[in-house]
């Protein structure tokens, strides 16, 4: 088992939509959650990250992390085509020595 | 821009060649990951290091090395390239004790022929 699994899509929207993408893992040692944006051969660029259960919210986007199902989500609302990109989720254990990323979800949104 | 400086963003190279890959992590960072991405696939850790020391290996090849200076900026020396090493190549960084946020370079792209 993974420790981190993310369904890579893609994932397929009409501009406007409300977008879900979601990551399960495995270790409860795993306390930082991070959502990447990564845009065809560029550099993963850190969107957000929390360390605890509920709702962040920056934007149009909102991470939201159940620890007790070990379920992390990242909501993008209004979704526009400059959105389109992979989307990577990340844990990193306490102390923050190892981190490990899901596969990425490709979101496209169309105009 | 991430404030992480890689280089040279393009390399083409033939099979049994060496690279070298290098890698300015942000001011203040002591943290350098290496990480692998071929095409349609996940990041691969390679390697960390945290001022000057080896913290944690992932999967990388004994062909490959690295290293990181007094100056805190990281070499990533690829040898004997196959073909299957054609990937981008990100170098990362992060402050002092906060491996949560990790900031990317733009990546080298590795094409070996």
């Known amino acids: 088992q993974k420790e981190v699994e993310q369904d890579p899509g893609p994932l397929s929207v009409p501009e406007g939509a409300i977008v879900s993408l979601n990551c399960t893992y495995s270790n409860s040692a795993f306390q930082y959650f991070m959502w990447y944006r990564q845009y065809s051969r560029k550099g993963p660029e850190l969107l957000m990250y929390t360390y605890s259960s509920g709702n962040k919210e920056d934007g149009r986007f909102t991470a939201q992390v159940d620890k007790s199902s070990k379920y992390i989500s990242l909501f993008i609302r209004d979704s526009q085509p400059s959105d389109s990109a992979t989307y990577l989720c990340a844990i990193t254990n306490t102390g923050g020595f190892k981190t490990i990323f899901g596969a990425g979800t490709r979101l496209f949104v169309k105009a | 821009d991430s404030g992480v400086t890689q280089t040279p963003k393009h390399l083409i190279t033939a099979t049994g060649q060496r690279v070298t890959l290098r890698c300015s992590p942000r001011?203040?960072?002591?943290?350098v990951y290496w990480y692998q991405q071929s095409l349609d696939q996940g990041l691969q850790f390679l390697i960390q290091?945290?001022?000057?020391?080896?913290?944690a290996k992932g999967n990388i090849l004994e062909r490959f090395s690295a290293q990181q200076f007094p100056d805190l900026h990281s070499e990533l020396n690829l040898s004997s390239l196959e073909l299957g090493d054609s990937a981008l190549y990100f170098c990362?960084?992060?402050?002092?004790?906060?491996?949560?946020?990790?900031?990317f370079g733009e990546g080298s792209w590795l094409t070996v022929v």
């Open positions: 001011s203040g960072d002591l943290s």
């Open positions: 990362a960084s992060s402050p002092e004790g906060s491996g949560n946020t990790i900031y």
């Open positions: 290091y945290y001022n000057g020391e080896e913290r």
